[in-house]
Structure formats: structure tokens, C-alpha cells
């Protein structure tokens, strides 16, 4: 996998982390954190743009289903902010990808 889409998967995957930990009190995923990070991945793996993708917040495709776009959304909003201390070259890349592709149009 490309390096943009293994950026993502790790990041997806310390906010869910950090949600499950924080909220379920589990030290590793919880069985709905866990089925989420794989949908997640599942989402990420067969996105049609690939290394060019917008950040999932700006795409005009809405590739998950409503419950898990739900989920994702509320563990974003938990863990969004707590990123930057936790995990900054991540937290950077991710603004990084986010300008870079401010401009994305679906085609």
C-alpha cells in the first residue's frame, strides 16, 4: 500500500484507539472499535482516488454507511484535538493533506 493510504490507516487508527481507551475503558479495541477500524480500513483500501484522495472530511464521495459515518465523526470529534499533543507529525501531515487537496473535485 502506498504510503498515503498507510498514513491514514495509522491515523484512523490512533484516534479510534484513543476513543476506545478513553470512553469503553479498554486497553485494546473494544469489539465495535475493533469492527469500525476494519470498515475503516475496508473504506480506505478501496477508495477511488487511492494516493490522491482528499482527507475524508472533504470528499464528495460519502463512502461509509450512515451508523459508521456517525461513529467515525464522533470518535473524530474526541480525538481530533487531543492529536496534536499526543501524536504532532501525524496531527501535521494530516492539515498537510488537508490543504493539499483543498481543492478536489470528483470527476
Do not use: W
Request: aromatic share 12%; charged share 35%; hydrophobic share 30%.
Amino acid at each position: 500500500m502506498k504510503v498515503r493510504l498507510e498514513r491514514e490507516k495509522r491515523v484512523v487508527d490512533k484516534m479510534i484507539g484513543m476513543y476506545c481507551f478513553a470512553i469503553h475503558n479498554e486497553p485494546d479495541l473494544c469489539k465495535s472499535c475493533q469492527e469500525l477500524k476494519d470498515y475503516t480500513y475496508k473504506r480506505l483500501l478501496n477508495c477511488p482516488f487511492a494516493e490522491d484522495k482528499p482527507v475524508c472530511s472533504k470528499c464528495k464521495i460519502h463512502c461509509y454507511n450512515k451508523k459508521q459515518k456517525e461513529k467515525i465523526k464522533e470518535i473524530m470529534k474526541y480525538s481530533g484535538p487531543k492529536m496534536f499533543l499526543k501524536y504532532p507529525k501525524d496531527t501535521v501531515l494530516y492539515f498537510y493533506d488537508k490543504l493539499k487537496n483543498k481543492n478536489h473535485t470528483v470527476q
